[in-house]
């Protein structure tokens, strides 16, 4: 879905109507009664956001929620050297930002389109008053924290007791199509992108690749071929029980 | 009573909760190594902190277990199961004897359902533990476990003393370890370098000479 909006300044392609229609086909306002969702609508606006376009600062004011209609954003931090962590790529229909914005008020993390990206922002004060007005928007808003905090979790599990390796192969594997037999998947992002993810450094995962070619996987731009998905995971795969699952 | 979410700190969404939610259960005590919840179990309880210490275990397919998460007061066990698929993600076990109130799963459920206040603390709460999480993800990612050890000392040690302090271990130094992301071994290596910025460690008790001074190496980039 693209928008002709300028980049990255925010507009009403279709008026709030289409608007309150997009925001009302989101898992976290579904089900919201009509007046609810106008009302949010009337407040947010939609942002084309080119690709490598900062859309907020760490530290900045928290001032919206963000819905990714479109492309990716990721989320990171940053030492005062340039290394990065990424916390998560969000990618349509997902959402970021309700932790800060129901915090002290500043984003504690960085964002930025990694590709082009169309998001709605719903402002801090239109979204507050949903919660606080909508029990059924709380209490999704419940879930997907709940969801993210049990990948980051899970993130945190892997980081202590995965090698860059078992990292690496654990996201491949974890891609949609990487079920059985011989398979080609695609990465959902670069390569730099995926290392900050892993907590890997780029120049390592160069090296984790090279390793992984006797296991049977061939990574070519953004295309890995897998020989054998079931003895990848065979060689790979600690026993890390059901909790791995959520960090992928 | 109301409570103005946007208005609070983390410590005050912390205070609210513990205000608003404690009426809705039972107290009870907790003995220390008791396990509250066990991984893949149905969530029927869930358990406000009021004390006591917390870690939550993500088990693998061997057995062993790995901690993830630190649990202290004011926090909800068993909140992320109750509004996921309804099951308990991680194991968790007491640190330290404590106390908690038990609260009925179904009916924190069904009050949220009705009462937009409490469901916008309940998103409050896990706003301040999502943050948290994202604070130790990065940790783990960009910071060298010496660096990981000297920041979790420090925050153990009360905020902004300069002089020497004296902090307790939560646990083993086994567990911590894991915790830290490293073996024992190399947790033992890791407080044994950092005698140099004056940390000592006798048994659970350490001794922070100068916490100003291991906050900058816990900070410094690339200090390994």
């Not at chain 1, 954003?73 to 959402?95: A, H, M, N, Q, Y």
């Not at chain 1, 290392?195 to 450094?201: N, T």
């Not at chain 2, 949220?112 to 994202?134: F, G, M, P």
Request: charged letters at 20%.
């Amino acid at each position: 879905m693209r928008w002709p909006c300028p980049s990255p300044g925010a507009c009403r392609p279709e008026g709030e109507q289409s608007l309150a229609a997009l925001l009302g086909r989101l898992p976290l306002f579904r089900g919201l009664s009509a007046e609810a969702i106008g009302a949010i609508a009337a407040l947010s606006a939609i942002i084309e956001v080119p690709r490598h376009t900062l859309l907020f600062g760490e530290g900045a004011p928290a001032t919206a929620l963000h819905v990714v209609l479109s492309g990716q954003i990721k989320v990171f931090s940053l030492t005062s050297d340039g290394r990065e962590s990424i916390v998560e790529v969000f990618s349509p229909p997902s959402f970021f930002g309700v932790a800060a914005v129901l915090g002290d008020g500043r984003f504690p993390v960085h964002a930025e389109a990694l590709y082009d990206a169309t998001v709605i922002r719903v402002p801090r004060e239109a979204m507050l008053d949903a919660l606080s007005s909508q029990p059924l928007a709380a209490l999704r808003t419940v879930g997907a924290l709940a969801r993210c905090r049990i990948a980051l979790a899970a993130q945190i599990h892997q980081l202590e007791t995965l090698s860059p390796l078992q990292r690496v192969a654990e996201f491949i594997l974890a891609l949609p199509g990487a079920d059985a037999g011989t398979v080609t998947v695609r990465l959902p992002f670069n390569k730099e992108t995926l290392a900050g993810r892993l907590g890997i450094r780029r120049e390592s995962l160069s090296r984790v690749l090279a390793r992984l070619k006797p296991l049977g996987v061939a990574v070519k731009g953004y295309d890995v071929s897998i020989l054998d998905v079931a003895a990848l995971r065979r060689a790979v795969r600690p026993g890390c029980g059901r909790v791995c699952a959520a960090a992928t | 009573m109301h409570v103005d979410v946007e208005a609070l700190s983390d410590s005050a969404v912390v205070a609210a909760a513990l205000r608003q939610l404690r009426p809705l259960g039972r107290a009870r005590a907790v003995g220390r190594d008791e396990v509250m919840v066990r991984a893949g179990e149905p969530v029927t309880e869930v358990f406000l902190v009021q004390s006591g210490r917390f870690i939550g275990f993500a088990p693998l397919d061997s057995g062993v277990e790995v901690p993830v998460d630190e649990v202290m007061h004011g926090c909800l066990l068993g909140l992320p199961g109750l509004f996921t698929d309804g099951l308990h993600p991680f194991t968790v076990r007491a640190v330290a004897a404590g106390e908690v109130a038990a609260i009925d799963g179904g009916l924190l459920r069904e009050r949220a359902e009705k009462d937009a206040e409490l469901a916008l603390l309940l998103v409050a709460l896990l706003s301040v533990r999502l943050r948290e999480c994202i604070g130790a993800a990065g940790e783990m990612k960009l910071r060298t476990v010496r660096q990981r050890t000297a920041a979790y000392l420090l925050r153990l040690a009360p905020r902004g003393r300069s002089g020497p302090v004296e902090v307790r271990l939560p646990m083993p130094k086994k567990l911590l370890a894991a915790h830290l992301g490293m073996t024992q071994q190399s947790f033992s290596r890791v407080l044994r370098t950092l005698r140099a910025a004056g940390v000592t460690v006798r048994g659970r008790l350490a001794t922070i000479a100068d916490p100003p001074g291991l906050s900058a190496l816990a900070t410094a980039e690339d200090a390994e």
